[in-house]
């Protein structure tokens, strides 16, 4: 496989569940993203992590939970969501660390929250 | 406020219409300006990165410029095949972190 993977595509969750998102990517990028695109508004960075080391965290509530084992991976753990968390998260990864505008995304994880 | 803008929100052309997309921005030291392309249901595909006013990258039908205000992203005679959506992002010389555009959903009819 190439580029960046993200699994699932779609998740239905309730608001007292607890699923994760993973993120793999293979292109041997030291940088790696969580975004959330929500309808008609601008990608919000969420989590940033450089060479496993997170970097950034912009205010996201503690019910979203990043985790990065390696460079390779990325996972967004879940738990009592709102459904104002319905959304399209996005994982990305970059060469060169964090001095890059030039990211590889996944196709995303559509997350619906009842 | 750091803020990246873009217009129009949609932009509904024929086939071989040519158009342009606006990316304004109002950002304290510009590092770089970087365009997107996004089809449904996919994440966001890396096009271009413009440095400095005056400059221009071109791709097949699109080509990009960049003054001290805004971008455009030029598209000459389009297909429908360029229907998407077209993100701009811009970076600081002081923060890495990206501010993104709403983007602009262009649809190309036959």
């Known amino acids: 496989e190439t580029g960046v993977t993200q699994t699932p595509r779609h998740l239905v969750m309730g608001m007292t569940n607890k699923k994760s998102l993973k993120c793999e990517q293979h292109?041997?990028?030291?940088?790696m993203y969580w975004y959330k695109q929500s309808a008609k508004k601008p990608l919000e960075l969420m989590f940033v992590y450089n060479f496993k080391e997170q970097t950034e965290n912009n205010s996201v509530p503690s019910r979203f939970s990043p985790e990065c084992p390696n460079s390779s991976h990325l996972f967004l753990h879940l738990h009592t969501l709102q459904p104002e968390d319905s959304a399209l998260y996005l994982c990305?990864?970059?060469?060169?660390?964090?001095?890059?505008?030039?990211?590889?995304f996944g196709e995303g994880s559509r997350l619906t929250v009842l | 406020e750091d803020q990246v803008t873009q217009s129009p929100e949609a932009l509904r052309l024929q086939e071989g219409e040519s158009s342009s997309l606006n990316c304004s921005y109002t950002v304290s030291g510009l590092r770089g300006l970087f365009w997107y392309r996004q089809d449904p249901g996919k994440g966001p595909e890396f096009l271009f990165t413009l440095y400095s006013a005056g400059e221009e990258k071109e791709k097949e039908r699109l080509k990009a410029t960049l003054t001290k205000k805004e971008s455009f992203l030029h598209i000459t005679a389009p297909k429908p095949e360029d229907s998407a959506t077209y993100l701009c992002?811009?970076?600081?010389?002081?923060?890495?972190?990206?501010?993104w555009g709403a983007g602009t959903k262009l649809i190309i009819k036959p």
């Open positions: 292109l041997g990028h030291n940088a």
């Open positions: 990305a990864s970059s060469q060169d660390g964090l001095n890059t505008g030039e990211l590889f």
């Open positions: 992002a811009a970076s600081m010389d002081s923060n890495y972190q990206l501010i």
